[in-house]
């Protein structure tokens, strides 16, 4: 497993699951934006490369853009309705995130990732 822990919170967009070391920024981010109706699943990186999701009943590669912000992440857009949101708030005990050139991220399934999927879904 990745070392850090998720955080829950909310600003002016939505709300926002942040995995990472405690103190440190996030190396793994899944944002519901509200008003667009979407979420984005972000990993730390200036690279766009695609993203390998693996969870415990699916497993699928999306294309990440770079968000333009500091520090440098790369962003997946997905559906609030998307299969794959699901597999990953109920995978059993965690979900897997890879690219090419990055160290892979294996994260737990805690309740703030399905927190922010059903916010998005509200």
Known sequence: MTAGTWRYGRDERGTVAMFGAVGADAVAVLR???????????????TPTPLTVRTSSIARTVQLGATGGTPSYLAATLAPADPLLDAMAFSRGRFALSRAGAAPLVLPAWAEVGRVIEDCRA
């Open 32 to 46: 519901c934006d509200r008003q667009g109706g979407r979420l984005f699943l972000s990993v730390a990186g200036d």
